[in-house]
């Protein structure tokens, strides 16, 4: 690939708008890759293969067996981040 993945843009399923691949890379937890990286990219470029190169085995395992938390799940999380905010600012 002559073109630095990190400036390869696509519509993100998740965001609904364009996003670079750097972002993709960088959105997950802990500034890490989005769970869904292999499957948005891998029509663009061989984004296993570059994975390889940039990660861990063991990195790359954990990131190809990751899944988003349950929708509810989140949804709570997030309620329970507000009502926490709101109590801190009491």
Avoid: H
Wanted: proline fraction near 6%.
């Amino acid at each position: 690939m002559n073109q630095n993945p990190d400036d390869l843009q696509r519509r993100c399923p998740r965001l609904g708008g364009p996003v670079a691949f750097k972002y993709c890379r960088l959105a997950g937890t802990d500034r890490r890759a989005c769970w869904k990286i292999a499957d948005c990219w891998w029509e663009r470029f061989d984004v296993i293969t570059y994975l390889k190169e940039i990660l861990s085995e063991t990195e790359l395992k954990t990131l190809l067996e990751a899944r988003p938390k349950p929708k509810m799940a989140s949804i709570l999380e997030l309620i329970e981040q507000a009502r926490n905010r709101a109590n801190d600012n009491e």
